[in-house]
């Protein structure tokens, strides 16, 4: 295996060679040919002084983050050498309640459906900043306020902004790291910053079209007079297009149009750009040569960096109440580095002529993960997952080693006990389920496929990239309250199980000693699919070395009464006919724990009831985190 490991290394590093010395010519043509670079001129002084002002704030929050890790490590610290009870002692301090406020979101018509305070008031600020350069920061002096000087000042600014969003909008980036901001959390900003740099655009735009067409009153003049116009005219052309299909409508209903128009017309944009003034490559290269970059660590880690399919099932069929749902157990090495509220980027393909279908990707949650033992026959040691039902949690096993060392022909539920005792194993096999409702034609089809048979794990060909998302900080508070609608409860089993399992293995680095799950979902046959994973916390919660306590409020909508086998669970409550009062539900939560102790929440479900389960936390005072997936 090595030496062909070592000609993939190679041939990898001779593309990366091959980007650099493109790369590197693409520049040399640009500022050598060209006739000048126009680095002495008002324009560039103010530019840069923008990039390193904007640059340098980015820096210091970076810091004062890092600071604040380093704050939390002495807190954690502190708490494992203490002998505090857990239920006594709170790791993180509560911030301001000036700045927690500021976490409300709104909703402004035809714009967006949901958007914090802080990212109104930073929008403004931002805003400002922009206006101020323009008029103030290394004035023109000779003319200081001519339209035909300010018009470049606000386009070199613009120019600024848009180099900006492109680290905004990278999914293997560094920012994330040194910021803590994720992809999904950092978007907001790509998107606003976008609009406020184009905007900047605008008066540019008017004003030399105005002005080449007073010379001779022709239209195409005002567009196309000489090359300059030509080239800007064009690259005009691409920001209006990649603006125009950036609206929400469009991202929501459409996302294929927003995606590939974007990647499309960004090239365009940014090559005719650079024609129309050879000074903007300054701005754009660095930001060019980072996203070409994470465009090839994307397609590494989908298209080489291979993933097997385990098992496809319909673990809810399609009925008159509930429209069904897919699970697929997939392997990949990705995996390995997994943590509770992540999620991939997966391109599905059923049919192999369908070429459209490998550009089809959309982002789904993990729900769980399983880590089983690697022997040296691949083929004898294929772990084959069986029909999701089976009973083996429900009974006593033996001997857990044993089920651990077997490999041949496993249940999910089995592989859930392999896991517990992971830490022994040198060599891992990491696998991960992902839960599909059939909203869409794609996933209809694939549940269709599914239910009649026609599609088996090796005729689907599926295409991950990722681990994105964030490494949510919910083991440093005591107490979680995890708020889902239908689907949406993907992630929250994640961090239920991530918890409970930790817990049961007496790991102290978690706080977290109780978990409130409050579950909407319309009837109960969607309970089904997830049954074997709450009978696998029950069971390790009765094992548990360290004390957790599950409460879940199931809350049917549409049956007015009825009856669940979970039920037979004390953790479990199913409350029929009513939907959850967001703002009850916490108020008893809060009630129930000393002040002491902070509340950490997470939810994900539609964008009304995450709009309320936001709001009410800000004003309980809980930290709370969304699950987004608005790109």
């Not at 091959?18 to 043509?29: P, S, T």
């Not at 670079?37 to 840069?48: E, H, I, K, Q, Y």
């Not at 609206?247 to 929501?252: A, H, L, T, V």
């Not at 499309?264 to 660095?286: E, R």
Request: charged share 20%; with cysteine; glycine share 4%.
């Amino acid at each position: 295996m090595f030496p062909l490991d070592l000609y993939k290394l190679i041939l990898l590093v001779s593309f990366f060679q091959q980007q650099c010395q493109m790369i590197v010519y693409f520049a040399r043509f640009f500022i050598i040919r060209l006739n000048y670079f126009r680095s002495w001129t008002n324009f560039w002084m103010l530019g840069m002084a923008y990039a390193f002002f904007l640059w340098s704030l980015f820096v210091t929050y970076c810091l004062s983050y890092q600071i604040n890790r380093v704050r939390i490590y002495f807190f954690r610290r502190k708490r494992l050498l203490s002998n505090d009870n857990d239920d006594n002692y709170d790791l993180i301090p509560g911030t301001t309640n000036l700045f927690h406020r500021l976490d409300c979101v709104v909703r402004i018509p035809f714009i967006t459906e949901m958007i914090p305070l802080k990212h109104i008031i930073a929008t403004t600020l931002f805003s400002v900043v922009n206006l101020y350069f323009v008029l103030f920061v290394c004035p023109y002096e000779p003319a200081p306020y001519n339209i035909a000087i300010m018009d470049r000042r606000a386009t070199f600014t613009g120019m600024v902004d848009l180099s900006i969003v492109f680290f905004f909008a990278q999914r293997n980036s560094f920012l994330p790291k040194i910021s803590g901001l994720t992809y999904e959390e950092l978007l907001p900003f790509h998107r606003i910053i976008a609009r406020i740099g184009f905007l900047n655009f605008v008066p540019h735009l008017v004003y030399r079209v105005w002005y080449a067409y007073q010379e001779n009153h022709s239209i195409y003049e005002g567009f196309f007079k000489d090359k300059d116009y030509t080239t800007g005219t064009i690259a005009t052309a691409g920001y209006v297009v990649m603006f125009l299909t950036s609206f929400e409508y469009i991202r929501r209903n459409h996302f294929e149009i927003f995606y590939y128009s974007h990647i499309i017309f960004l090239i365009l944009a940014v090559v005719y750009t650079c024609l129309h003034f050879p000074s903007c490559l300054a701005f754009y290269v660095p930001a060019m040569v980072l996203w070409v970059a994470d465009r090839a660590m994307r397609t590494y880690q989908s298209w080489i960096a291979k993933t097997k399919i385990v098992k496809i099932e319909q673990v809810a069929p399609p009925t008159e109440t509930q429209e069904g749902i897919v699970r697929i157990l997939f392997e990949s090495k990705i995996l390995k580095n997994f943590r509770p509220g992540q999620y991939v980027f997966a391109a599905m393909v059923m049919n192999g002529r369908k070429l459209w279908e490998y550009a089809n990707w959309h982002p789904f949650t993990i729900s769980e993960t399983f880590q089983v033992n690697e022997t040296k026959d691949d083929e004898s040691s294929s772990t084959q997952v069986l029909d999701e039902s089976s009973k083996l949690l429900l009974s006593r096993h033996p001997s857990y080693e044993s089920l651990a060392k077997d490999t041949d022909s496993v249940s999910t539920a089995a592989i859930r006990y392999r896991r517990r005792y992971y830490d022994t194993f040198k060599n891992k096999r990491v696998m991960a389920s992902i839960y599909i409702k059939a909203l869409g034609t794609k996933t209809r089809d694939l549940l269709d496929a599914t239910g009649k048979k026609t599609i088996t794990e090796k005729d689907l060909k599926v295409f991950v990239d990722g681990l994105y998302g964030p490494q949510l900080q919910y083991q440093d508070f005591s107490v979680l309250a995890l708020f889902a609608t239908g689907i949406g409860v993907a992630p929250a089993m994640a961090i239920i199980q991530d918890v409970v399992e930790r817990r049961a293995r007496g790991i102290r680095t978690v706080a977290t000693n109780h978990i409130h799950l409050i579950w909407a979902i319309r009837y109960t046959d969607e309970i089904d699919p997830f049954i074997t994973m709450y009978t696998h916390w029950v069971k390790q919660i009765e094992t548990a070395i360290l004390p957790v306590h599950l409460f879940v409020s199931v809350f049917i909508t549409r049956m007015e009464s009825g009856y669940h086998n979970i039920e037979e669970f004390e953790q479990f409550k199913v409350v029929y006919g009513k939907r959850p009062d967001v703002s009850v539900e916490m108020m008893n939560i809060k009630k129930t724990y000393p002040p002491s102790q902070q509340v950490w929440a997470h939810v994900c479900g539609s964008t009304s009831f995450t709009r309320t389960v936001i709001n009410e936390a800000v004003h309980h005072k809980y930290e709370v985190h969304q699950e987004v997936f608005e790109f």
